[in-house]
């Protein structure tokens, strides 16, 4: 059977929803493949659609999917992109974000054994500023808070921050990822990751691996973090908050305060970037 390869923003909810729901590695690709009409091209898809009429099926469910799927992250890019501009540019309207807009073309490959490659390029675009970090973000219950990874340990590790760590095979609770700083901000980031795995109480949940990934675990979000100036404003814990990249920007403050991350430490967002990460239910 050849394995199919779909071009698609937003389908990654589907898969981590349907493992954080307890649905059989099977079904999570069933539905991956029923959302993108199993990667058909359009000729295919046309003639599927004319059959679904023709048995009364609504043949448009997929569509509606995928655009609330598209909406979704663009609505999230759009917001974060307006984060990261402010302070270089005041912006009029929308359309200036949008002439600088970057694009993210994403491919899932799924396999039989319920593996999905996942695979990010981007092309880079003049005038945007520094990018914080290269990678995908999944949200998945809480209950999945117990995490293992291969790669730099026990700490936090950073680009910059990762000689005194070393590698192994580590165990903690999301929880225990957030650092105590009297402000809450990024923290818990993990470099070097060979593999990482997120599960519950009963060893349910999802494996990631990738060749020497960055990879955080916590229970907020970058954005619930940067939003509460104290910690006992941090919303309540609902999610388990999964970060996988290429790789995140150095931390700085050579001179404990201020000093910016060295150039060797950021992203180079001049070149094009592609990033191949795998993911599986367990």
Known sequence: MKKRAVILTGILACAAVAVVAGIPQQAIITEIRHVVSASQDEGEREDADTDNNADGTDSEDADDVLAQAQTMYAQYDY??????????????????????????????????DGTVETKLTYDPVEGLPDMPEFGMMF??????????????GPEETYADRRHGAKLGIYKNKAADNMAK???????????????????DYKGRGLLFSGDE???????????????????????????????????????????????????????????????????RGI
């Open 79 to 112: 917001d974060n992109a307006i984060i990261l501009l402010k302070g270089q540019k005041d912006f009029d309207s929308n359309q200036d974000y949008m002439d600088l807009a970057a694009k993210c073309q994403v491919a899932y490959t799924v396999f039989g």
């Open 139 to 152: 949200k998945l219950n809480a209950d999945y808070d117990n995490v293992e990874w291969y790669g730099y």
């Open 181 to 199: 700083y009297l402000v809450p901000q990024e923290c818990g980031n993990k470099v070097g990751v060979r593999y990482a795995k997120v599960t």
């Open 213 to 279: 990934l960055s990879f955080s675990a916590l229970p907020y979000t970058p954005h619930e973090l940067e939003n509460a100036a104290h910690p006992y404003e941090l919303p309540q814990v609902h999610y388990t908050v999964v970060r996988v990249a290429l790789a995140q920007m150095g931390v700085g403050g050579d001179d404990s305060w201020g000093a910016w991350v060295h150039p060797e430490y950021n992203i180079d967002v001049t070149k094009p970037l592609e990033f191949t990460f795998r993911f």
